[in-house]
């Protein structure tokens, strides 16, 4: 039953690609929030503890708010993510057993990376997001944190589907702002979104599972 309901949240993830850059409707809502529910419902049979469990369902409810139209959802939405990446923060270091700058120790590479990443939004994405730019601050800081909590652990699917995440994140970003409507490259965009979204989710959902 649970590796059910997690090809089944796959599945329904691979029958929305076609409503990708379809127009906000109450259907695709539906089909999008789906996929993360089913993880969660996977996860929660599986034992694998309450943080992923509440990651995946808070993911969920990102998917759901975003999938609707104006700011007020897309606010929702971005809440419910930085909820979600909070808790994945709670549940890499419940499992590494250490604090957040070990990251700087354990991978610093990759961890400088990731910190140069965030620090540079300041100069391509923070000035174009208008009226949303402090929450969408605040979401980078806490994106960039779990990041680095997912470094503190031992290479594995978690780290990759966490990196995932965050790729998925930074194209979503560009997409939204600083794409038009009409850019040539946003049906494409979205895919991508979606693709190294659903894969991220499954990859730290798998980790999870294999202990």
Known sequence: MTQLAMILGVLVALAYFPRTEA???WPRSIIKTIPLLLFSLSAYLEGVGAFLVAGLFLSALGDFGLSRDGDAPFLYGLAAFALAHLVYILHFMSVSNAPLWDAFSSAPVAAIILVALMVSTELWLATHTGHLQWPVRIYVVIIGAMGLAALTLPFGWMVIGAALFIVSDVILAINLFRMSDTHHHRMKAGYAVWT???????????????G
Do not use: E, F, K
Request: hydrophobic fraction near 60%; aromatic fraction near 12%; avoid cysteine.
């Open 23 to 25: 127009a906000p409707s």
């Open 196 to 210: 190294l979204y659903v894969a991220g989710q499954v990859l730290i959902l798998w980790g999870g599972m294999l």
